[in-house]
């Protein structure tokens, strides 16, 4: 996440809170040390948000703050739209919580009435798409992804033939019928592409890998 969503997140945190959040309650939310929450409230004081309290109290927005509106021409709104549905066809549970999350802050910053671009029958996305893994939880694939932590799967190949392998994962390409993800694998020692459907166990690991310059074929 970049430091300005994260503020962006901030604001929206305290803005929906009814008593003071502490600097450690929007870190665990947040996933990030207290000591970044502390210095980015301090941003945002200094941005002239009117957040009150201090350290080891709580933080609370003062009533009546709003955001800057955003504004958005009809065909980004409803490329906006079209793109959170779409991401149902993916099979990645929490992408799609993610992509409500975006409509409902978009909503919230956004000037102008939207109820006709963001009514759920104004556009029609087919629910067709890759079945969700209740093995594989992608959001960790994909947090792997971003820590370039390695993962280890027991994979089936289109010959029936079985292996375990130490994968440094690069990427996930989501096809309608199928999820792939790109990996240097440590057994070849090359980068090849998994099936989601085909493997049957995974672990992630501690041990993190080095990026390379070299890039998988798409």
Known sequence: MSRAARLLDIIQILRDAHTPLRAHDLADELEVHARTIYR??????????????????????????????????????????????????????????????????????????????????????????????????????????????????RYVDEHDARSERVVQPVGVAYYVEVTLIHAWCELREDYRHFRTDRITGIAFLKQGFSPRTDKPAR
């Open 40 to 153: 980015d409230i301090a941003t945002l004081k200094a941005r002239r948000v009117p957040i009150d309290g201090a350290a080891g109290l709580g933080y609370i927005l003062r009533p009546g703050y709003e955001l800057p509106p955003l504004a958005f021409t009809p065909d980004e709104m409803e490329s906006i739209v079209v793109g959170a549905k779409l991401i149902r066809r993916t099979g990645d549970a929490e992408l799609q919580r993610a992509a409500q999350s975006v409509v409902l802050k978009i909503k919230a910053v956004t000037s102008g009435n939207l109820d006709r671009q963001l009514a759920d029958d104004a556009f029609f996305v087919s629910d067709f798409g890759t079945p969700r893994s209740n093995l594989i939880d992608m959001a960790k694939v994909r947090r792997a992804i971003r820590d370039q932590k390695k993962i280890r799967i």
